[in-house]
């Protein structure tokens, strides 16, 4: 089915309807194929998002008759300064102490409540305190990751 502009069949037509009913753009508008008798358009470069694509075209080979078709996306890639991050300090966590801090708790204090929202904020206010004693929270400083493409089993293969 040749798509060139101005040449129409019924297939085409059809492809072409279909590619407007789903808001889809064909990016090649040059023959695909060249032969003695004809020059159809029939590789295609199809998106939904016409924006998004930083080029796209043909590439020419002199082992067929065929041209290799290409689109590029664009690439948005945002630099960011370093951030400051929220982390509990769990290096001086000690599990055991947790515990028995917990269970020193007067935990039967929250029955003494008849509203359930009193309740719940005293059981939470109760745990919160103690998380807050055990794992407290301290202010971290992240660099910005300049290539979120290079990971961990890529540094390893690199070195």
């Not at 040749?2 to 069949?9: C, E, K, N």
């Not at 043909?58 to 948005?76: D, F, G």
């Not at 028995?100 to 059981?123: F, G, I, P, Y």
């Amino acid at each position: 089915m040749d798509l060139t502009p101005g040449v129409t069949s019924v297939k085409a037509t059809k492809l072409n309807d279909i590619f407007e009913v789903s808001g889809l753009s064909q990016l090649i508008v040059d023959p695909t194929r060249t032969t003695p008798y004809s020059s159809p358009l029939i590789d295609l470069c199809v998106t939904n998002a016409p924006s998004k694509i930083k080029n796209s075209g043909r590439i020419e080979l002199s082992i067929s008759n065929h041209v290799v078709v290409q689109m590029t996306h664009k690439v948005h890639y945002k630099e960011t300064g370093s951030r400051i991050v929220t982390l509990r300090n769990m290096k001086t966590f000690n599990g055991e102490t947790y515990i028995r801090d917990l269970q020193q708790q007067a935990w039967t204090d929250v029955n003494l409540s008849n509203d359930s929202n009193e309740m719940w904020a005293k059981w939470k206010n109760m745990l919160v305190n103690c998380i807050y004693k055990h794992a407290p929270l301290r202010l971290k400083r992240v660099g910005k990751k300049k290539s979120p493409w290079i990971n961990s089993q890529l540094k390893q293969k690199m070195r």
